[in-house]
């Protein structure tokens, strides 16, 4: 079963900044993937996606602060977050696009005000 693991969450100054890994236990190569989050009370949304040729898309509220990157030698998705604001929040999640992959267990990001 593939297995997902986030890493690099934890608590930062609003203005501050953060690298979010996940390290994925199979081959990403030809895979879409994407960052997802979750704040308390709320929906996992879509954050940022990464296709197979380094395309990317980001959700309007994180565009020209958040970068989305892969490594797939090391099967490994990257989210550099930078001037991070309180809403930023969440527990973050990355997966495959389009596929039904059990979810891992995030890593926690904190933006104090």
């Known amino acids: 079963q593939v297995q997902l693991v986030e890493s690099g969450g934890g608590l930062v100054q609003a203005g501050g900044s953060l690298r979010l890994s996940c390290a994925v236990s199979r081959s990403i190569g030809t895979n879409a993937m994407g960052w997802y989050r979750q704040a308390p009370g709320k929906q996992r949304e879509l954050v940022a996606t990464?296709?197979?040729?380094?395309?990317?898309n980001y959700a309007d509220s994180v565009k020209g602060r958040f970068t989305i990157s892969r490594d797939n030698a090391k099967n490994t998705v990257y989210l550099q977050m930078n001037s991070l604001k309180p809403e930023d929040t969440a527990v973050y999640y990355c997966?495959?696009?389009?596929?039904?992959?059990?979810w891992g267990q995030g890593t926690q990001v904190t933006v104090s005000s």
């Open positions: 990464i296709n197979s040729g380094r395309s990317t």
């Open positions: 997966n495959f696009m389009g596929r039904s992959i059990p």
